[in-house]
């Protein structure tokens, strides 16, 4: 069974540029997450994708977009980067199957800093 | 108002001895789940135990007990026998499954345990 992959690891970028952040989602699943999580902080949800489909959207701005594709990999865009997206982005995947126990799987995340 | 809530920034333990951490949530929601994560310094989440609303007994997961206390809203992680492997940063999460919850995970801001050889 393979487990949640993110690319790159780390990344470094300069105030205004645009990044892309992937995920490869556990085998099985057809549900992917994204968190950011800043230095000192629990994640907070940026939003979900199921079956290539936005499924839910937490507090970010239109800047932040995403993607999933027929293999439900996903990305991750954001735009006019500020220095307060410097964080640690997670991708998590999950079943999809929308019970109270359905758990996050998640990856090792991206280490995105802003110049 | 806060979803989930973790008092404890940091928490020392011995090795072998036991370690309560500390989690209060939020919700009006009367279908929800809570969870704890593990979060080593390689950055990657790992899923510890299980609690949901309707269950009437406590989670256990090997050295991982939940202590749920419904009334008080509280979802107290319990590690037993701590081990220097345990050293991490934990995360008590919330998953409501009312109409129109996002889908999300609503996560504490976390506690760092050390455990003292």
């Known amino acids: 069974e393979t487990g949640v992959t993110q690319s790159p690891t780390h990344l470094i970028k300069t105030r205004g540029q645009q990044v892309t952040l992937r995920c490869s989602s556990q085998?099985?699943?057809?549900?992917v997450s994204w968190y950011q999580q800043a230095l000192g902080q629990g994640p907070q949800f940026i939003f979900q994708?199921?079956?290539?489909?936005?499924?839910g959207r937490g507090n970010f701005p239109p800047r932040f977009s995403g993607l999933q594709f027929p293999n439900y990999s996903s990305e991750l865009n954001v735009n006019a980067l500020e220095l307060d997206d410097s964080a640690l982005y997670l991708c998590?995947?999950?079943?999809?199957?929308?019970?109270?126990?359905?758990?996050?799987?998640f990856g090792s995340g991206t280490q995105l800093s802003v110049l | 108002a806060q979803k989930i809530t973790q008092t404890q920034p940091g928490m020392f333990v011995q090795e072998k001895e036991a370690v309560t951490l500390d989690c209060t949530y939020d919700?009006?929601?009367?279908?929800?789940?809570l969870f704890w994560y593990k979060q080593p310094s390689s950055g990657e989440m790992i899923f510890l135990i299980y609690?949901?609303?309707?269950?009437?007994q406590n989670a256990t997961e090997g050295r991982y007990s939940l202590n749920f206390q419904k009334a008080r809203k509280s979802a107290n992680l319990v590690i037993s026998a701590s081990q220097l492997g345990d050293s991490a940063m934990y995360f008590c999460?919330?998953?409501?499954?009312?109409?129109?919850?996002?889908?999300?995970?609503?996560f504490g801001t976390g506690t760092s345990l050390t455990v003292i050889p």
């Open positions: 998590a995947s999950s079943s999809g199957q929308g019970v109270t126990n359905e758990k996050l799987f």
């Open positions: 085998s099985g699943h057809n549900t």
């Open positions: 994708y199921y079956r290539e489909e936005e499924n």
């Open positions: 919700t009006s929601d009367p279908s929800y789940g």
């Open positions: 609690q949901g609303s309707y269950d009437q």
């Open positions: 999460a919330m998953r409501e499954l009312g109409w129109n919850t996002g889908n999300q995970f609503y």
